[in-house]
């Protein structure tokens, strides 16, 4: 066991997670320290607008660049994947004027049939926030893709430092919910524009230099058309997963007020922390990795095994903690105002781990060509997440009930997900 562990220490794969983890942690320090100044200044009313406005980009936001994106990683040639990053954002700039028409056209029946009157002073803010997204998701997957990792990890550092400083400090002033909304469509903006610029700089991640072979392109059409399975089914199963991870705030707010999707948006921002901190960096450098292990012909079952065993020894300590002790723990660090938070936490932390071991299942799909079958799971998933917090509603009239009854069935979900693909592999 301790040669094993010496042996994944010293591996190339486990330096480049430390580096990407070391990025993500200080980010996520950075939001955890201005967390219990932020909560004190906001009201829950407040995080409860800006949970909604965020559910509704996040369903949103993969319509668009078509989910193209995603795809970047995967061409053998970089002049392909510059293609895709054009692509990309062609799409994204004509999707948002799209949604900018249809929202000033039809802002009032949309508002009144999905119930959105807290958020209709921001709504016109969502297509630029969907163009900002596109941007930052092209910006971090050419990162992934080139392995400028050191570069990602200090970028989402600054961003975080920036982002926290101007909510602690507008806050002091204007503890407004237009105030978190704003900055939360900047952000996105914020980060692409510090990643553009940094691989600007980096010899090794030019996008001019990778255009170098200009001759030997690939049309846009056909990068389109060879990576369609991104807009035909990555797309629509995105958009389903982020209306299932959305549909908690959406329902509470609307069942309970914005004070009950106040304290899920909290307690789902810190229960986070441990997924995007190691979960996620370990899917950032392991979705090259198990490209090149395809490419060059081998199994990548073992891989995959080994990182979501790994993400399970890992993440059972910090949330078993959330367990035991989330009212206590919430209401110390972010007020006694936030101890109902803590109690939804309890039952979002066994959730929460699945979904970590889950990350590089979720990273192999495009990859083993499982688009489709995924979209098909997603339309299950969605109506199995929407009958749990009915339950709640319905049978229990509490909102502890309905974020226990979502909770549990997104273990279910995600534990059948990760067997599946598996044994597909």
Same mark, same amino acid.
């Given at each position: ?60 936001a993969p319509v668009a660049a078509l989910s193209y994106p995603i795809a970047i990683v ?41 119930? !959105?009157? $807290? ?6 803010? *969502?297509? @630029? %926030?969907?163009? +900002?997204?596109? &941007?930052? #998701? ?101 958009? !389903?997963? $982020? ?6 705030? *959406?329902? @509470? %707010?609307?069942? +309970?007020?914005? &004070?009950? #999707? ?120 969605? &109506? ?42």
């Open positions: 066991m301790l040669a094993h562990a010496q042996r994944l220490t010293q591996s190339k794969f486990a330096r480049n997670v430390a580096i990407v983890a070391s990025g993500t942690a200080g980010a996520q320090a950075i939001t955890l320290a201005f967390t219990p100044i932020i909560t004190r200044l906001y009201s829950p009313e407040a995080f409860g607008v800006l949970g909604t406005f965020t559910s509704i980009l996040v369903v949103l995967l061409p053998k040639r970089d002049v392909d994947a510059v293609g895709l990053a054009e692509l990309s954002i062609g799409i994204a700039v004509a999707m948002s004027l799209l949604v900018s028409l249809i929202l000033m056209l039809f802002k009032a029946p949309i508002v009144n049939t999905f119930n !959105l009157q $807290a958020v209709e002073p921001f709504i016109l803010l *969502l297509p @630029l %926030a969907m163009l +900002f997204s596109a &941007a930052m #998701a092209v910006m971090s997957q050419w990162v992934i893709r080139k392995k400028l990792f050191k570069l990602k990890a200090k970028v989402a550092v600054l961003q975080a430092l920036w982002i926290n400083s101007a909510k602690a400090g507008i806050g002091l002033f204007s503890p407004l919910s237009a105030v978190l909304i704003v900055l939360a469509t900047l952000g996105s903006a914020l980060h692409a524009l510090m990643l553009w610029a940094a691989v600007r700089k980096s010899s090794d991640g030019q996008m001019e230099v990778a255009k170098q072979s200009k001759d030997t392109d690939s049309p846009g059409r056909a990068l389109a058309w060879r990576h369609r399975d991104f807009a035909y089914y990555r797309t629509p199963q995105i958009m !389903l997963n $982020a209306a299932s991870e959305s549909m908690p705030v *959406l329902m @509470l %707010a609307s069942f +309970f007020g914005p &004070a009950a #999707a106040g304290f899920y948006a909290l307690a789902k921002m810190a229960l986070v922390v441990p997924s995007q901190l190691i979960g996620q960096s370990v899917a950032d450098v392991f979705y090259p990795k198990f490209v090149e292990t395809l490419h060059d012909g081998k199994n990548g079952k073992s891989i995959i095994l080994k990182a979501c065993i790994s993400l399970l020894v890992i993440g059972v300590f910090p949330y078993l903690i959330i367990v035991f002790t989330g009212p206590v723990m919430f209401s110390f660090i972010f007020g006694s105002t936030w101890e109902m938070s803590g109690s939804y936490s309890q039952w979002m932390a066994v959730w929460l781990l699945v979904v970590m071991v889950s990350r590089p299942i979720i990273s192999t799909i495009p990859v083993l060509g499982l688009q489709k079958q995924f979209l098909i799971f997603e339309v299950l998933a969605l &109506a199995i997440r929407g009958a749990a917090i009915f339950i709640g509603y319905a049978f229990f009239a509490s909102a502890i009930s309905a974020v226990a009854f979502f909770s549990l069935a997104n273990v279910a979900i995600y534990v059948f997900l990760t067997v599946y693909v598996i044994s597909r592999t």
